[in-house]
């Protein structure tokens, strides 16, 4: 550290500090290079990517429910691959007087978080009795990655 000797108008003589840094300007660094951690941090962390498991398991979840009630009202799963959009989208070929309400509260169903459709399939390849919901996962080519009502809580 720099110091020079100053001499005040009473005669006395003290250090002076020519150069350093104050204490609001280390904290206005520390504060800076915080939230830039902040921002930065997270992009190299799994949070992002188990956020999105998460939510695939939500809808998922609400896939079933639906499904549930709509084999309640109807007797039956919806069939085929296009099985989803009959929980929100009238089938062809029901009559006025079905039981069929609208089983989702959307206009159209839900992407997945990587921004692809979801897939259904009855009979499902994992449950053959009943059917399969799931998403392709975060590489889009299913398989070991995919997030399905056959896969548990530990796996996702």
Sequence with gaps: MNTKNMTSRK????????????????????????????????????VGLNARKTAVAADIANFKTALSMFEIDMGYFPKGSDGLKDLVVRPSGLTATSKWHKYLDVDKLPVDPWGRAYVYENPGKHNPDGYDVYSLGPDGRGGADAIGNWTSTEQR
């Design 11 to 46: 005669g006395v003589t003290r250090p002076s500090r020519l150069g350093g840094f104050t204490l609001v300007e280390l904290l206005l660094v520390l504060t800076i290079l915080a939230i830039l951690a902040g921002i930065v941090l997270p992009k190299f962390s799994n």
